[in-house]
């Protein structure tokens, strides 16, 4: 009888939008069940809200220090299998090295850390205690977007020329944190750089570099950003535009802003190579646009026949049933949750399943954000090459 | 703490596309958890099946009458709260029968019978019994569907005029049915009259006419249907086109075909009063066009602040993260599952959970089907007025 | 030294919105020069108002039989080559019949007719004076258009199935013709049904109708029309639902209206064959989806290298650079009038030039509007067999 | 009676594709008739292509210097009132010079020049010679273009911050220029630096600075370009990213590339501010979207009743009946051809026909190419600050 993954989660409190997208996300095949977690700095609230999720009251813990501490004490069979990592960025490391070390495996959000700092330190400890890791780069779990992966690597396109990469959102285009009482809860934290580290750069900008890199399999090797807060007060950037050269030669342009007043969610990808060209809209994200230099243009849609096996391995459903953002999100669950399973059950992992966002990929973006602001600042081109520890 | 339903399945066995998907909506907002299973009318599929399910074996049965009957006989806070009836259509009835006159709730697939007598008869023993029946069509769920019903109410499209209701697939292009040992098992069922009951008209011409009627709230009074099997062989329609007269004087036009190559999953409605229209796309859910007789276009968006509760109640992300198929579909889940759980618990049932598809729904479902296959074989208009019993 | 064709107009004269587009899309390419005109019944307006387009007095008439009768008495290389018909529809055949009677060529906007005997009295006098009649049904001259008439006519979409014909438009939802004396000048002869003949039928009705045959190359066997006049006080139909049933099997649905708030000039066009099918929007005129049974889909582009000769012998501008109404409109002038130039100078005609709809095709548009209102006032199926007279 | 402008044109040889756009532009309202012409540097060429136009031989030239003079010397009533000037861009300054020294109107194709000094040369000409002097920035005559510069004048999106410009074209992907006998006589010319001055950034990046610097108002005050020629042999840029810097603190981006396979003729303007966006598509030239902070999202049509008076008077055509290239070409010589017909008849000119490009824009664009090329060369960002002379 097939056992699922019992996780906990730290972070995801009440009103934490991104907590209740990781729940769903994980347990939308059915591969892992919350069982455990720290869900708030606050511990009663953590537990009252533990109630509303069914969590067994043992199991709701005032800390993520405790919760790892007396999970790690649980017999094998009983304890957690790997833990969700939530909370706003700045706590990303401390909470992920409690659990690593005591040989948890761990899904964190992104950004992986605020300062490259603690990015490497994670690379390290991932590394020493042999667990997995995975970043929830949701977008990078679309049906197409591995499609387009798949077509770049295939060599349809044939040499990646220009790199498109755009996310645009409008939410922040007034001074949503500086209401009363700080204002939005969402606005304030990610506008504070002692909890987000960066602001669009972080919060958005790390998304398009990541998918970027995740379609072209192409590192950046210099970038030049100008780099703005619009609004006044703001202590963040909310608006980013980069010029990007990467390895071999192709050119990239990446644009990353919250002050786009009527874009919600406008995330795209267009790559221009010798052959070929894709177009993927996250707002449309059933369809992936593929034209040639000989004139076709020809649409791929998500359950078509003749899309490739990394793109099938992350559909539900079949043509014209459209699977959308959670459904995005929990293939980033699956295919972590699934590397856990093989592990747990002593199986080969299926290859389709190693495609996750690992912790050198979270100490690349980490990189990529320090750099962009260091341009931003220096008003010039910066050298972007990086190595990750123990890549 | 809060305790989920258990909830059993008939039907949804190993490759049973719906009732996979069955499963993800009922899960999906954590209100359910599957517990009791008759998932294969093989004793042993079904047990085999229900072990990768993660489902107890004592709650694997080999039939639904097994089911109905050991799962009644359970202590209250052990048996099932309701079962889901995905098997094919011909089943609907004495499986939703088996159920009702033990007392359980009972969430159905569409068409709710093959038959206006079995369809009247659940009418008859839902009021008898006083269960919770909600059938599920399902593109009901999408918030801008409930966002277009809400204008129509609050009179934003003044007299509705004129309703085209448009379902077109392509999938039966082919004699699919027809391949060794009876083709594609979907395909094969689908088109077996004495399994599903009519063809294109029931599969999807029975949603395109539940949508038109949920969103204008009027009843079909006349119409005339032109039914055609286009693919050698089929033994039942897979194309229909009607012209519909509603009460109050609205016209329309359906179109349901399952021969329309190229086309995935099109759903289409569009609304045109004497002030304002709507229109609605399936394949593209998060948008709702409205326009004015003045000339304003405007785009209602899911999740944007300006739309009315009952798509807010339908919502769970914010602007510009697509929610898609399987949330429409939870969230007929959703409202069925609080209104169980309002009467488990002895609490009065959220006015907006009463949004669900009733048995007398499903009545006119049926009604509808067998009026337009008589109008075919008529060639001319018939009456197609209708009162549900008990209703 | 080329010398362009010399043509005269009957009616357009100022306000009146087809007159103008007709005389741009006679001199797009510069193949004829406006030379004359009796632009208004009123002889002082008409004289006016040829002196703002730069005409020359002595050739500016009272009345359409003073042209016809003194443009035929001027010598042959002073007098018009032809006449661009383009007063109300009622006016059609006697202004028609006058010039074809002394030799005239006609292109002449639709409906041809506002009565069958007159349509086929035009069709008659054509063949006895053998002079080039070429009716206006401008959508039939967009570059795609031509190109989906091709994809049929080469077999790509195997047998034709189902045509889904549609033109929606808004701008009569209100009682426009019943303002302040006779209300809008455009819906004022419109809804005559003396002037006009039909109303949303003969208007646009008979421009989806006409477009379904110049693509499939198929006549309507049978119809079953639902016809409707939602405006209270309108003296003309404003809406049509029909049924269709084509030589060959095929079965089709045309919807024309004139109350769908919202909507501009939504003109689509959708067939599905066995193998493949087509969809074309003429408010997005440059793009014609083609999708296949094993499910490519592809965009053909107006000016794509790929497309067929009558597409490109349409096309004016490379890839990308949108031509639109005029551009199609000004397809049908070029046609007639390459035709004109061929017979002027002796020449053979270009095969392509041969695509322009004839009097017999007007004759079978007017026979369609006659039987979908005999259809509508009958409720029921009626028979749209057809032959027009020397065909 | 109205007497329309006679013109003659420079450039526009037998294959010239811009030379055919100017023509039918020009004579689409009637306002211009093309009555000599210098149509090739051949003059047996120019010959028998001006028969081909109908033009009379005796007005058909060798050269332009021969025109211009020959031109001159006719009595007024007989020779042209303006000259197009569509040839290579290093004749534009020349020829323009030839006739602006003898008091002809100009109509010139963009780039205006291939130096800023040649630029600035016409600019004190135009000023001393009191001609009325017109660049063909096409795109900037659309009439949705024009509404949206309307609704930035009037404030509709509050303080400007953030502009996104984009021109891609795919068509010099591959080395068409170095096929046999140079090639596509258009590549060949377009990307030989010493006839066309720059490749993609005065090609196609001069109408996304002209269209962003129209539509916003605002000048450029800094600029950090990267430009690249990305097929090998090519001896101009091919694509071009900029960041860009306005006056009072807006941001922005201009995309230009010419490698980008599958683009067609992709001009989009998206401006972003403080109040409410907008975002336009050249390739669906009637619509414009706009949305507002408060959540609203319309979308204007072209023709609709609430766009304002620029708007409506570049428009000929109701609602629904697209317009397209050739119209928004001829709104620039229809403005140009209506100020020297104020200018001929002595009468006020319309202000709303003063909107055209003047040889000052002209200036700054070919300033913009020339400072975008050195930021390149320097790699980083450069004042971009510049005022024309006689502005």
Redesign the interface.
């Known amino acids: 009888?097939?056992?699922?993954l019992r996780y906990g989660m730290v972070g995801g409190g009440p009103g934490a939008?991104i907590g209740?997208?990781h729940?769903?996300a994980a347990?939308?095949d059915?591969l892992a069940v919350l069982t455990a977690g720290a869900l708030s700095s606050n511990a009663e609230k953590s537990q009252n809200f533990g109630?509303?999720?069914?969590?067994d009251?043992d199991r709701v813990y005032g800390s993520y220090a405790e919760m790892a501490e007396r999970e790690a004490a649980l017999p094998a069979d009983e304890r957690i299998d790997f833990v969700s990592v939530v909370t706003p960025n700045h706590l990303h490391h401390p909470v992920a090295k409690a659990f690593i070390e005591r040989g948890f495996h761990v899904v964190c959000d992104k950004p992986m850390t605020t300062t490259l700092e603690d990015a490497e330190d994670l690379c390290r400890l991932v590394a020493q205690h042999d667990v997995i890791f995975a970043l929830t780069h949701n977008y990078a779990g679309y049906p197409l977007v591995k499609h387009a992966r798949a077509l770049v690597a295939d060599g349809a396109l044939g040499t990646v020329?220009?790199v498109?990469a755009e996310y645009a959102?409008?939410?922040l285009?007034?001074p949503l944190e500086q209401g009363d009482e700080g204002g939005s809860k969402q606005a304030s934290w990610r506008t504070n750089p002692a909890l987000a580290g960066a602001g669009a750069l972080g919060d958005i900008g790390s998304h398009a570099e990541h998918l970027a890199r995740y379609v072209t399999g192409l590192e950046i090797e210099a970038l030049?950003a100008?780099v703005?807060s619009?609004v006044e007060g703001r202590r963040v950037d909310d608006?980013a535009?980069l010029?990007l050269?990467f390895e071999g030669g192709a050119?990239?342009?990446l644009?990353a802003?919250q002050?786009?007043?009527?874009?919600?969610?406008?995330l795209t990808l267009?790559i221009?190579?010798?052959?070929?060209?894709i177009?993927w809209h996250?707002?449309?994200?059933?369809r992936l646009?593929?034209?040639?230099?000989g004139?076709?243009?020809?649409?791929y849609?998500q359950?078509?026949?003749?899309l490739g096996p990394a793109a099938q391995h992350a559909t539900?459903?079949?043509?014209?049933?459209?699977?959308?953002?959670?459904?995005a999100f929990g293939n980033i669950y699956a295919n972590a949750c699934r590397l856990m399973l093989a592990r747990r059950d002593g199986t080969d992992p299926d290859p389709l399943d190693l495609d996750i966002t690992t912790v050198q990929d979270g100490a690349r973006g980490v990189h990529f954000i320090e750099t962009a602001l260091a341009s931003g600042r220096a008003?010039?081109?910066v050298d972007a090459t990086y190595t990750p520890p123990d890549a």
């Open positions: 009888m097939f056992k699922p939008f209740e997208v729940r769903r347990q939308l059915g109630a509303t999720l069914g969590l009251p020329r220009k498109v959102q409008g939410w285009a007034t030049c100008d703005t619009f608006d535009t010029l050269r050119k990239g342009l644009h802003t002050i786009a007043v009527g874009e919600e969610n406008r267009r221009y190579g010798s052959e070929a060209s177009e996250q707002e449309t994200p059933t646009l593929f034209r040639t230099v004139g076709d243009e020809r649409v849609r359950s078509a026949g003749d539900r459903l079949p043509p014209g049933h459209p699977e959308a953002f959670f459904e008003e010039g081109w």
